[in-house]
């Protein structure tokens, strides 16, 4: 298999500057020729000294009728590289995107420009969102005066919830949400989450559940019932609005409740619940695990879906 990293993101976002400073790199001299294949021309452009010492080949795909598996094929074959590069269009839907079956993609990293990255997301969201659903690391870059990024960590987040975030000012990476930042006390006997706090509290959970080991939390939840979780366990969540109206998730954590036999599927329930990191097998190792210590019927909130746009 051939190995393929992808470095996608809209125009001027850093996807030039990422891959020209990991060519650079002393642990990117390794043997054999890299194909970097460019999808759009920027205003950044690689230097031939940087090409040359890295035996790197350029190619240029303008069209994206081009793209197809036969043209990369025909690429491969004329420059015999040990690995491929892909600087890909942002303005092409990632969706579309096909690639010989015997190119393996290695990693997928998606660029991002803070300062512009609101009225993307606002009026492309579904090009973006198909770039970051599948992206192991994203790069927020230019973060110099912008205050909210923790809003910007959930929007991904509740695309990718895997995928790792850096935020960079042009003094380095920064940290992206403090526990001031929080809408909730963390000091609070039990923690009430509401809508927001819901979905911040998950992803925050995802990333920092030291934050909550031990610590109580309160909230409402639908009921869902996995058929290949254990007995004694259900997973109490909402469903959230992750990029439009038929891109939806349920967001939830496993827990423990001796009585969940007799709980329905998708009945309303306000859950009083321990935090605890445990090994969960659906999880694949460590993770959040909930205790419930107590479980109320409840009516439905009047907003049944919590949005994340």
Request: charged share 30%; aromatic share 12%.
């Amino acid at each position: 298999m051939k190995p393929v990293y992808i470095i996608n993101g809209f125009l001027e976002s850093g996807k030039t500057e990422f891959i020209a400073y990991t060519l650079d790199q002393p642990y990117f001299q390794v043997k054999g020729k890299t194909l970097l294949i460019l999808c759009e021309e920027g205003e950044s452009e690689y230097g031939n000294t940087l090409l040359e010492a890295s035996r790197t080949e350029l190619e240029f795909i303008e069209d994206e009728e081009d793209f197809t598996p036969a043209h990369l094929i025909e690429l491969e074959k004329k420059h015999k590289p040990e690995r491929i590069i892909i600087e890909y269009n942002g303005m092409w839907n990632f969706k579309n995107m096909k690639l010989p079956w015997h190119w393996s993609v290695e990693q997928q990293v998606t660029t991002i420009d803070a300062s512009t990255f609101s009225m993307y997301f606002n009026n492309m969201k579904t090009l973006l969102a198909e770039m970051i659903r599948k992206s192991e690391l994203i790069i927020f870059n230019r973060c110099d005066g912008i205050e909210d990024l923790n809003s910007y960590k959930r929007n991904i987040k509740a695309i990718n919830q895997k995928a790792d975030i850096v935020f960079e000012t042009s003094e380095g990476e920064v940290d992206e949400m403090m526990e001031d930042d929080l809408p909730y006390n963390l000091e609070d006997e039990i923690i009430e989450l509401d809508d927001q706090g819901f979905g911040i509290w998950y992803l925050d959970s995802l990333d920092h559940l030291e934050r909550y080991v031990g610590k109580k939390v309160r909230f409402t939840a639908m009921v869902l019932k996995p058929k290949n979780f254990p007995k004694g366990f259900f997973v109490p969540g909402r469903m959230v609005m992750t990029c439009c109206a038929e891109d939806m998730a349920f967001l939830g954590f496993a827990c423990s409740y001796k009585e969940a036999d007799f709980l329905e599927e998708k009945q309303w329930i306000k859950v009083t619940a321990a935090v605890k990191k445990e090994y969960f097998a659906d999880y694949n190792g460590e993770g959040p695990v909930l205790e419930a210590l107590k479980v109320e019927k409840t009516k439905a909130p009047k907003e049944e879906i919590i949005s994340f746009l």
